[in-house]
């Protein structure tokens, strides 16, 4: 079992540039996370899949989109990323009626 | 707005001792809390969570939970330098869609 894997590890982007993050489970979880983490803000989520073939806003959708591929995948793209983007992406999932949430181990994204 | 509020730290102790971390809350409909622990540059791991009121342990780790005061805490016994993280608390209840509420963590320091 590999758990929550998500790729790439780390990225540089320009301002204004695209990019799709993704995340993938093998625990046959129901529920996705994006969450976004920055030093003296906690985490913070971006968007959410309660289920396969639904999405949901968290606290901070702006820049960002997202698509639950299948039940295994849950990916996050960048249209055009700006330098407020730099941060640490984590993609979490949690089983069926479960609150537990277990965690990928981040996509360190730099925007210059 | 729902919180979860942490006492930043750093929370400093020697080897060997109890190290006790704070959490409280304001939503009052959240039904279960949840212990991460986070090593730098890594992504968060679950050490527990609680539901009933009371304690519950699990090997050097005890979770309390009184919700009347809407306050959870976490014990660390015969502290070691390897648990030297952040410790993330967060919150979560039926109202809340799965979705879990943050605290921005408690940076915990063990000293040989």
């Known amino acids: 079992n590999a758990g929550v894997t998500q790729t790439p590890k780390f990225q540089v982007l320009k301002t204004g540039q695209s990019m799709t993050l993704q995340c993938a489970q093998d625990?046959?979880?129901?529920?996705m996370y994006w969450y976004r983490q920055d030093p003296g803000m906690g985490l913070r989520l971006i968007y959410y899949?309660?289920?396969?073939?639904?999405?949901d806003k968290g606290e901070v959708p702006n820049g960002y989109n997202v698509s639950r591929l299948n039940k295994r995948e849950f990916s996050l793209r960048l249209e055009s990323a700006a330098p407020s983007q730099t941060s640490v992406y984590f993609c979490?999932?949690?089983?069926?009626?479960?609150?537990?949430?277990?965690f990928g181990p981040g996509t360190r994204l730099l925007v210059l | 707005q729902k919180e979860v509020e942490q006492n930043s730290g750093p929370l400093s102790v020697p080897e060997g001792a109890i190290a006790s971390l704070n959490c409280t809350y304001s939503?009052?409909?959240?039904?279960?809390f949840f212990w991460y622990r986070q090593y730098s540059g890594k992504s968060p791991e679950l050490i527990m969570f609680?539901?009933s009121n009371g304690d519950k342990e699990d090997g050097r780790f005890t979770a309390q939970l009184n919700k009347a005061s809407q306050y959870v805490s976490l014990l660390i016994r015969d502290s070691q330098p390897s648990d030297s993280a952040t410790y993330l608390c967060?919150?979560?209840?039926?109202?809340?869609?799965?979705?879990?509420?943050w605290g921005l963590g408690t940076s915990l320091a063990v000293n040989p």
């Open positions: 979490a999932s949690s089983e069926i009626g479960g609150e537990t949430q277990y």
């Open positions: 625990m046959n979880h129901n529920s």
């Open positions: 899949s309660a289920s396969e073939g639904t999405t």
């Open positions: 939503d009052r409909g959240s039904q279960s």
């Open positions: 609680i539901y």
């Open positions: 967060a919150g979560g209840g039926a109202g809340n869609n799965r979705k879990l509420i």
